[in-house]
């Protein structure tokens, strides 16, 4: 029996119209251009503006631009996959909202919250109904809101941070394209280096919590940068060891933008240039679960049928992973 795999058919981004530079942040907050270029790689970063506008927002906008894109009506959608660390309420999830937007009548969908990573954990994770042949159109989006959720009075988060979404379509495929492999972890015991410390159910919003600005993105920047220098890289290196790759098999990385510093950590490990390397990090910072499908839409026109492809992730949890795919079609100009 020839085996099914999960391949991506089509990839559209959305980001919002307002670009926030480093020259205004540093209006806001005590930091300056070279500061968070030499630190981050970051020159701007796009912010949602507009009353009671979400994450769903942006996801839809993307969701319904890769359906007209790829030729797909709303309703032969079965499932929606939302990858996101903002969603527009606690309940319900956000993926309802989007599939109620886009008109996806005849599909299912539930959220995936898994920081930084949420996208790989989605995609991993929407192949396997592909995989198992129960449905024919997942679709798996990345979106986030960071600005509903960094301090513009914290200099160490408010520069990396910005908002955006990537969908991705993934299809049937019995000619040996599509994902592969995917290695995935959690270890809960980085909880406390980054986090969000109230608004959930062990601290409940009140007057106090809000007072106290714990309703914002927390980090502990050294230690996160450590940890995620390390098993960023180490997981990339593993998944092309255990698929046999070597650096000139790889046609590109896909790295979470997390830091242009970690990404080019990762890349040296892998023995990958940076030349095969996916960065936009300086146009849109980290958009958390947006960045990797972000980085795709960016660079589609440069895919080519058959290329190797390994994406990267680390988030907050902490969260990690990365996956192997042979992508499946020749760009086109997004």
Wanted: proline share 3%; glycine share 10%; charged share 20%.
């Amino acid at each position: 029996m020839t085996k099914i795999r999960a391949a991506i058919r089509g990839i559209q981004g959305y980001v919002p119209e307002y670009v926030l530079t480093n020259e205004e942040l540093s209006t806001m907050v005590d930091t300056n251009d070279e500061w968070i270029t030499t630190r981050t790689g970051i020159k701007e970063r796009r912010i949602l503006k507009g009353e009671g506008k979400g994450t769903s927002h942006m996801a839809a906008e993307a969701v319904s631009k890769l359906l007209q894109k790829t030729g797909v009506a709303p309703e032969e959608v079965d499932l929606i996959i939302c990858a996101t660390t903002t969603p527009d309420f606690v309940f319900p999830a956000t993926a309802n909202l989007i599939a109620d937007m886009v008109g996806a009548r005849h599909a299912f969908g539930y959220d995936v919250q898994a920081a930084c990573s949420g996208f790989l954990f989605s995609l991993a994770t929407g192949a396997q109904f592909i995989e198992t042949g129960r449905y024919q159109k997942v679709i798996v989006v990345g979106a986030d809101k960071m600005s509903s959720i960094v301090d513009y009075e914290d200099r160490t988060t408010c520069v990396i941070f910005g908002d955006g979404a990537g969908a991705v379509l993934l299809e049937p495929d019995t000619e040996g394209f599509g994902l592969f492999d995917a290695i995935l972890h959690s270890d809960g015991a980085g909880a406390a280096h980054l986090y969000q410390k109230a608004g959930g159910s062990r601290r409940p919003p009140s007057q106090e919590t809000v007072a106290a600005r714990e309703h914002y993105v927390y980090q502990e920047g050294a230690t996160v940068f450590k940890f995620a220098v390390t098993n960023m890289a180490e997981v990339a290196a593993e998944i092309m060891s255990k698929n046999h790759l070597t650096s000139n098999d790889v046609a590109w990385l896909v790295p979470h933008q997390a830091n242009k510093r970690i990404i080019e950590a990762t890349a040296q490990r892998m023995g990958v240039g940076l030349d095969k390397v996916m960065i936009n990090i300086q146009r849109y910072g980290n958009t958390t679960n947006a960045t990797i499908p972000l980085c795709l839409w960016d660079y589609e026109s440069k895919l080519k049928k058959g290329d190797n492809l390994v994406l990267a992730a680390f988030g907050g949890g902490f969260t990690w992973g990365a996956i192997y795919l042979k992508w499946a079609y020749d760009g086109t100009p997004s």
